[in-house]
Every structure is written in C-alpha cells, then in structure tokens.
C-alpha cells in the first residue's frame, strides 16, 4: 500500500532549465508535506516544506506546488545547477503523526 | 552544530547472525527515528522515540527487531538474527521534538546479508 508515489524514478534536465518533480499521495490525512534530497553516500536532507492549508511555498530556487483536490504536489527547481544532481524524495505526514511516509524517490541527472 | 551521527558506516554479515548499529542525534533533540531504506525505495519508519520511551513502533519487525534510547540521548538498533531481505540502509534521524516537522538525517549503515 504505497500512500506517497514518485511515478518518475529518473528525470534529466539540461542546466538552466527548469526542473519539475512530481509526486501523488492517496491519504487526505496527510496534513504536511517535505521535500528531501539525498547525494550517495549521505542521509537525506530537508529541502522545502508545505503546510496542508496552503497551495504553494517558494525559498529561493525551490518552489512546491500543493494540488489537493488532485492530490498532487510538485518540486520545481529554476534554473537547475549541476550541484541539484541527487535524488528527490516527497515525504508526508499524517495529521496526528510525527512519522514521515516515503515516496520511492526521483533520480535528477542535470546535463551541462 | 554536529548532526546526527550513525556508526558503523558499513557492515557485512552472513545470515542468521546479529548485527547492532548505533546513533547519536543532534544534541537538544528530543525525538529519534530509525528507518530502513531498501535499494530503490524511500526510507520506511521503524521506530520513534521521544525522549526515552517508544511512541510508535507498529512497522518494526519484533520478532527479530529491537532498538532502545535507555537515557534519552544515544539509540541502538539491533536485528538478532539477521534474514537475507534485512539488507538495506538503516537511517537514523533526529527532530528538536514532537511539535516539529523536519527531521534531520544520519548517514546511514549499509547492512548487507549474505
């Protein structure tokens, strides 16, 4: 039962574009949304974040998208940098929890 | 501030033998998790403390699983004894308490079963 789903397991983006990542959840509960990225070798580490009761959150060059009606949020990266080369994880929490629900993770390769 | 620390880094066992893996999470931080990533999925909770006591361990496996914050402070995390599907990265990750949403992450142990 996968409540959190990353349909993408790659994307890649040539540098200077913009990067777009998607993730779907099924449990409404959900009441909080984070962003993770992790480098090989290192724990993830927290990118940008959404409260339940907003539709969007910018910080820099990091933008997240929350759709809640289509259950739907999304990670825009502009413009995208060699250095965002990672893996992306979209983590949930349900509303009452302090736990965090996983998505499979989306691999960005950013092309020079 | 010094983050979360996980010692061993790696570790190599044959099946059936036991295997403990320690953290240590950023001083002031009142909750700990551990979570197992398996190869090409996201991470999946095991355990939470908060302080010393188990707030939530409904996805650990106890009949081979236990892990236990006796002061507060450091955690282990033993498997006894060890299946071929335990190999995974086992993350440990700390949040400054219940209240707070994010969580910082350990390097992880790379456990592989043989």
């Known amino acids: 039962d996968q409540q959190v789903k990353q349909n993408s397991p790659s994307l890649s983006v040539q540098e200077g574009r913009i990067s777009i990542l998607n993730c779907d959840y099924t449990?409404?509960?959900?009441?909080?949304f984070l962003w993770y990225k992790k480098y090989p070798a290192e724990g993830p580490t927290f990118l940008i974040s959404?409260?339940?009761?907003?539709d969007k959150n910018e910080d820099g060059r990091f933008t997240v998208f929350l759709n809640k009606s289509a259950k739907h949020l999304s990670l825009h990266i502009v413009p995208s940098q060699p250095g965002d080369s990672a893996v992306y994880f979209c983590?949930?929490?349900?509303?009452?929890?302090?736990?965090?629900?996983f998505g499979q993770g989306t691999r960005l390769t950013i092309n020079p | 501030e010094a983050g979360v620390a996980q010692s061993p880094r790696y570790k190599i066992i044959e099946k059936r033998q036991s295997v403990a893996f320690w953290c240590n999470p950023i001083s002031g931080h009142a909750t700990l998790y551990w979570y197992q990533q398996i190869l090409g999925q996201g991470p999946k909770l095991l355990i939470q403390?908060?302080?010393?006591?188990?707030?939530?361990d409904s996805q650990l496996p106890k009949d081979r699983f236990s892990a236990e914050r006796l002061k507060g402070v450091d955690s282990t995390l033993k498997i006894q004894p060890a299946k071929l599907e335990d190999s995974a990265v086992y993350l440990c990750a700390s949040s400054r308490d219940y209240q707070n949403n994010e969580q910082f992450f350990g390097p992880g142990t790379r456990l592989t079963v043989l």
């Open positions: 403390f908060q302080n010393n006591g188990v707030v939530d």
């Open positions: 983590a949930a929490k349900p509303q009452g929890a302090q736990k965090l629900v």
């Open positions: 959404i409260s339940s009761i907003k």
């Open positions: 449990n409404s509960m959900f009441d909080y």
